[in-house]
């Protein structure tokens, strides 16, 4: 869901005020945990889920616009730091909360409390949210809607079932309408005078660097945070509150470096910093890379750590030179386009460290091996090479970044 109403956020933005765009996404999500957390069966469990994915991806780019629009050049780097703060530190921290909520409380508690925080964002976008923007309303190409949820939506079907099931004749189907799909779509936004998605955007040379980068950023960080959790507790079987406390020193690291990483920006600009992040998650994923069924708690902490230090520095810097390249009349599109891939990408990355751990374990057992603990080991070690590799190119990529200061054209 939040793959398919990405790409329509820029458009929505031109029809309706930011306010009422934010208290309809924020009323979704309520509602959509609400059902989740008294879902009697998974069926509606899943409804909820789907109906939470409208309201999240409908916010996740308005964020960033309205950014660029309310903040003065010299302070985006630093405002775009707390944004991505929040947008890295939830996957971050989503472990150790939902260890200690599954430790204390019932599974619907992560929902209840869902609501909780949503309500009081609800009160806060009421009293103080502002917009920017003035409404054009253009007028709603059908066949570009239907031919992007088709793709996007397509694209990331196919790739988390193929993660899951193979690839199958149905799902090389899926996959198959969602690629044709979007070549379709892109080819009528390329034709559109006012395009539902202005994908015009990637012909700027800074922006697409910088989208790239933020896609590896955004891969890494999912691929590995995917495994971690899993290999600290079918790995090293340790419980999942404690899995989820162990995840917690490096989360708050995230949270500080998510916040300075945006500081250092408005005064150093990108270029160091992307490549420094790059780097130190490359130091990571390789101290991953050694990990057994018997590392200590304090190692594992400590990869963690560097990883949390990384990519923050890669994230906020990345996506602020790449928005802050593009004239103001492309800057809604091309926060619509970066969060629209970062769900695509998000989708591929897991769906391939999914993919590698399965093969990883059938590797292990087909040698003979008999131990549950050590397949995981092994199938976690083969995603966190994934990792180490996007590092690596995330790393050379990073070297196209030029720019020595904050600047907006």
């Known amino acids: 869901m939040i793959g398919i109403i990405l790409p329509f956020s ?27 957390g008294f879902a009697p069966d998974f069926g509606r469990l899943l409804a909820g889920r789907v109906i939470q994915g409208l309201g999240t991806g409908m916010i996740l780019p308005m964020t960033f616009s309205v950014i660029l629009e309310i903040f003065p050049p010299k302070r985006i780097g630093s405002a775009m730091g707390v944004s991505s703060l929040v947008v890295m530190f939830a996957p971050v921290i989503g472990p150790t909360l939902s260890g200690l909520i599954l430790g204390a409380l019932s ?77 379709l779509y892109t080819k009528r936004q390329l034709q559109m005078e006012n395009p539902v998605l202005n994908i015009k955007a990637l012909m700027v040379p800074k922006f697409r660097t910088a989208a790239i980068l933020v896609m590896v950023d955004f891969s890494v960080t ?61 130091i990571s994923t390789a101290l991953l ?30 996506q602020s030179s790449g928005l802050n390249a593009l004239p103001a009349n492309l800057a809604r599109d091309g926060s619509t386009i970066i969060n629209t891939l970062q769900q695509i990408i998000g989708a591929m990355s897991t769906a391939v460290a999914t993919w590698l751990l399965s093969v990883g374990q059938t590797s292990y057992f087909s040698g003979g091996g008999t131990r549950e603990a050590e397949a995981f080991v092994k199938g976690s070690k083969y995603g966190f090479c994934f990792a180490l590799v996007l590092s690596v190119i995330g790393f050379l990529l990073a070297f196209r970044v030029k720019e020595t200061k904050a600047e907006k054209p």
């Not at 820029?10 to 999500?29: E, H, N, P, V």
């Not at 239907?146 to 899951?164: H, N, P, Q, R």
């Not at 995230?254 to 920006?265: D, K, M, P, Q, T």
């Open 107 to 183: 599974w619907r508690w992560i929902f209840f409390f869902f609501v909780i925080i949503l309500m009081i964002a609800m009160i806060f976008t009421a009293i103080f949210m502002v917009n920017p923007y003035k409404l054009s309303h253009p007028k709603v190409d059908v066949i570009s809607c239907l031919t992007s949820i088709l793709g996007f939506g397509g694209i990331v079907l196919g790739v988390s079932l193929a993660s899951e099931f193979g690839f199958k004749g149905p799902i090389i189907g899926v996959l198959i309408i969602g690629i044709i799909a979007m070549i």
């Open 222 to 282: 999912l691929s590995a945070m995917y495994l971690l959790p899993q290999y600290l507790q079918n790995g090293l079987t340790i419980p999942v509150a404690l899995a989820g406390m162990i995840l917690l020193p490096g989360g708050l690291i995230n949270v500080l470096f998510s916040y300075l990483s945006g500081r250092f920006y408005d005064q150093f600009g990108a270029k160091h910093l992307v490549r420094i992040g790059f780097f130190t998650s490359m």
């Open 289 to 318: 890379l050694l990990t057994s069924s018997g590392s200590s708690v304090a190692y594992i902490i400590l990869c963690h750590i560097l990883l949390m230090i990384g990519i923050p520095l890669v994230m906020a810097p990345a």
């Open 10 to 36: 820029s458009l929505l933005m031109k029809c309706f005020s930011i306010r009422q765009l934010t208290l309809f996404a924020l009323g979704s999500s309520i509602i959509g945990s609400l059902i989740s």
